[in-house]
């Protein structure tokens, strides 16, 4: 049972315009693993460095695109959580819902989220790594990775990697949705990937009720104003059940 303080349940309960900020820790529940934990974190076993940056796939596509291509697979093979329907049903009951997620995997939509704003694009989106357009069809190669149908460059994911700007409809959408809220529930980020992590100092400065979830401390607990200390999953139930 999550214990949510007074002041929380009350702002929760009665709040007209929310939005969800989700990272890694919303899909652990998942069974996908998280970046930065200590043991079991991608990046436990590899440095972000020589996967996610274009500089690494430059270097090394063939390593890197069999990287995602494991993330792919075992992304697919996730089903979406609670806490990923929870937020689903908000959306349903809450006057002014959004939700803005750093994750790239899809399982806000595969619980039924008809408008996930995907700051950090998304794993199973194909682009072309010379021109940046997306790809429909790519040409599978005995080489991998498989190649632009127009130019014959290399094909990447659609994620945003390290050093390469956020896409530009969805980050000015977030700062303008976070500009306006009466409540933002951050839950399961370390808060430690800008711009991203700077968006609830935004919501935080413009008014905004900003309730944390996450079984650890972080970058961001200072600033909100209640911390859940609590798996996102269970949290977000409770929350949800403020408003059913
Ligand atoms: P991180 O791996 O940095 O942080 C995951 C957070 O989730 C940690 O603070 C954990 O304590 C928390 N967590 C773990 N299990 C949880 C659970 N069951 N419920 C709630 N919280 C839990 O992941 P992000 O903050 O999402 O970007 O990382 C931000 C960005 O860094 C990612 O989008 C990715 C990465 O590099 C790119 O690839 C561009």
């Keep these: ?110 619980a039924g989220s008809t408008r996930v704003i995907e700051l950090h694009g998304n794993i199973f989106q194909n682009r072309c790594f010379r021109e940046g357009m997306v790809l429909d069809l790519v040409l599978e190669s005995v080489d991998p990775p498989p190649r632009c149908p127009h130019c014959g460059g290399p094909v990447r994911p659609g994620v945003v990697w390290f050093g390469e700007p956020l896409p530009q409809r969805e980050i000015h959408e977030a700062e303008s949705i976070c500009g306006d809220l009466d409540i933002l529930v951050v839950a399961g980020t370390s808060g430690l990937v800008h711009p991203a992590a700077g968006l609830p100092a935004r919501a935080k400065a413009a008014g905004a009720f900003v309730i944390e979830i996450n079984p650890e401390p972080t970058a961001l607990s200072e600033l909100a104003d209640v911390h859940l200390r609590a798996m996102a999953g269970p949290a977000l139930v409770a929350l949800l059940e403020l408003r059913v």
């Design 1 to 110: 049972m999550i214990e949510i303080p007074h002041n929380a349940r009350e702002r929760f309960g009665n709040a007209r315009s929310v939005a969800f900020l989700t990272g890694a820790g919303i899909s652990a529940e998942s069974g996908v693993p998280t970046f930065r934990e200590a043991q079991a974190g991608l990046w436990a076993r590899y440095s972000p460095e020589d996967l996610a940056t274009p500089q690494a796939f430059a270097r090394n596509p063939r390593m890197v695109w069999e990287w995602y291509q494991w993330r792919r697979q075992l992304v697919m093979e996730a089903s979406p959580n609670l806490g990923h329907e929870a937020i689903a049903a908000m959306e349903r009951v809450i006057p002014k819902f959004h939700l803005i997620t750093q994750n790239v995997d899809g399982l806000h939509q595969k």
